[in-house]
């Protein structure tokens, strides 16, 4: 990974098959639980990173993003869809991949596939923040919406927060027959529900996750007791939430960036000096996490470039003991550094 | 390069090896002169463009940057480094690569190196403004500054202008022998200067190109005769600068993209609401080229992204012809797009 060490022409690239061989080599769930200490570890040093905002390309169908960040060390950015529509096709909603770069030099050092490392990176994070948000002997988690991210959200409680049971629910059973097929024979017991009422039925943390819906209300006030822990992961840009706007008055609402999670997560409801609390300050400890037994603790989840950088940082160190990459021939290496032009004429090009 | 006729995980990638192949199988002058038509098609649909500015992370020793946009149809970006240092370590100063999306679906179709391919865009982008604005029957250049962008831009004024001969200088002797001796043979006349005053004596145009200085002096004010057209290519950045105020204030300014340029270009030493020509404007006969023999044009080059849209189109449009590329696994391809899980557990990974 180190520039001394590599040849400086290539880059090393984690394909969608190498990530899928990595996530084998270490098991999915102790991945997770790697991932979400050094999700950790960066929300801990937060006032250090770079926080532009993230770069988006709107049109009719979609987004297209750019979403970059600094430790002053390392940079990375990563490329990231969304075009709900894309289902229709046979294509996904979502595709992702990054960079990691040097910041003395300005030389990437890894590029990666991030379509799986992001839904291993949100779910690492949603577990991260329950962790220290959830009430005390927690073990049954509601998770509405059965789509692509939802196994991996189970796996995260189940590792991270020593979740035992998930109770499903999505509008469309077949989702939830797949979610919990794919749960099976896990170590975990896996309830499949008729509707989000019946999910929420003795769950300590309530995950929603639910696509492609416009300011709908997956969970209505009646439906949310004391003390619960809400990890709403689903309403994540403009004109999109899944909470009724008087549950989020009831609860504390812990942020990743307030000034994205504004525009972007289920606050767009309230009040822009609606009091919120950012997570990295619980983890420092300068803000508190839960305060009671009652409260209803709410994580309006929207995902922010730091985490992927997490995500990029630990897959270039697993990269140490698990060599699955191979090298990209993308950076023009001319002998003299200023002869461009002569390593074409060398090659025989010009 | 269709979504429809190739699988959907792969994204076709130039590597620099390729992208070698590809100059070769096309010809150098003919590249650059293709490209050039490529450039002015965009320019002449200007207003169509999304003119996001660069997104910059500066650091003590360089800068990161990453430069989207978008015509509706098709997205690009390229990321692009700037470390004036490297070259002490052997590494280049600037390095970059670059995709394309389709904006319907936001799946990426083109991955690219695009350190030699920047290099020709920028002479392509600097010959295309010439062509426009050069006195009549221009045959002499003088090119100051004979680093890695030198023989590129002598070969696209050779090419594009009908230059037929370049006069060199730069305060590094053995840059201009280097450029000499790549550019020998190629049906240019050379001539090497021992200081920047020969360089320009019966020059029709003026190309600086210098690096690595802060608010240098590459021209002054009675170095620039009547009817030259100056080309300024290596002032790109806030504080780094190469004429002296008094030509900027004889001159009539082109400039790419005026918000971006007031900052790093040389404009950036005149006041904020100095008239200048944006060159989109002259293609499509909006706004006035050349008036007169005797007036100075000064095209204050920055480089913008459109040119790297235009760049990479062009490349995409010659893969067809010329299947210089591999493909890269980078998009997550589920049977069932909803099924991320689902993928991995089918390979035996989760």
């Known amino acids: 990974m180190n520039l001394k060490t590599r040849a400086l022409n290539t880059v090393p690239f984690v394909s969608v098959e190498n990530m899928m061989n990595l996530v084998r080599d270490i098991g999915v769930e102790r991945f997770l639980t790697e991932l979400s200490l050094y ?3 960066d929300f801990r040093r937060w006032p250090l990173f770079d926080k532009t ?10 987004v297209i993003e750019l979403m970059p960040t600094s430790d002053g060390i390392a940079y990375g950015f990563k490329y990231v869809n969304g075009h709900p529509k894309n ?3 046979g294509l996904q909603t979502v595709t992702a991949f990054g960079f990691l770069s040097d910041v003395a030099t300005g030389y990437p050092v890894l590029m990666t596939e991030m ?13 991260l923040v329950a962790q220290h948000l959830m009430p005390h002997r927690a073990t049954v988690m509601a998770l509405i919406g059965n789509g ?5 959200q189970a796996l ?8 035992d049971e998930v109770r499903l629910y999505d509008i469309d059973p077949s989702a939830t027959r797949r979610c919990a097929a794919n749960l099976a024979g ?12 019946e999910a929420v039925l003795g769950a300590d943390i309530i995950t929603t996750v639910t696509a492609d819906k416009t300011n709908a209300t997956i969970l209505t006030d009646n439906m949310v007791g004391e003390g619960v822990h809400i990890n709403a992961v689903g309403g994540d840009c403009p004109g999109k939430t899944e909470l009724h706007r008087d549950i989020l008055t009831r609860s504390r609402i812990f942020v990743e960036y307030p000034p994205q999670t504004r525009i972007e997560g289920e606050i767009q409801q309230l009040p822009a000096d609606h009091p919120v609390t950012e997570f990295w300050q619980v983890l420092t400890g300068t803000s508190k996490g839960r305060t009671s037994d009652k409260e209803i603790t709410l994580f309006d989840s929207v995902g922010f470039a730091t985490e992927d950088f997490s995500a990029l940082r630990y897959v270039q160190d697993m990269l140490r003991h698990h060599p699955r990459s191979e090298d990209l021939d993308l950076l023009a290496d001319p002998d003299e550094p200023r002869d461009l032009f002569g390593m074409l004429l060398r090659a025989g090009v010009a």
Chains 1, 2 share one sequence.
Do not use: Y
């Open 87 to 89: 289902t229709r096709d």
């Open 115 to 127: 379509t799986i490392l992001t839904a291993l990176r949100t779910a690492a994070t949603s577990a």
């Open 53 to 62: 905002p993230r770069v988006a390309a709107h049109s009719r169908d979609g």
């Open 186 to 197: 896990r170590g975990l017991k896996v309830t499949a529900c008729d509707s989000a009422q």
């Open 148 to 152: 692509a991210q939802s196994e991996f």
């Open 39 to 41: 999700i950790a570890e």
């Open 156 to 163: 995260a409680f189940k590792a991270i927060c020593g979740i």
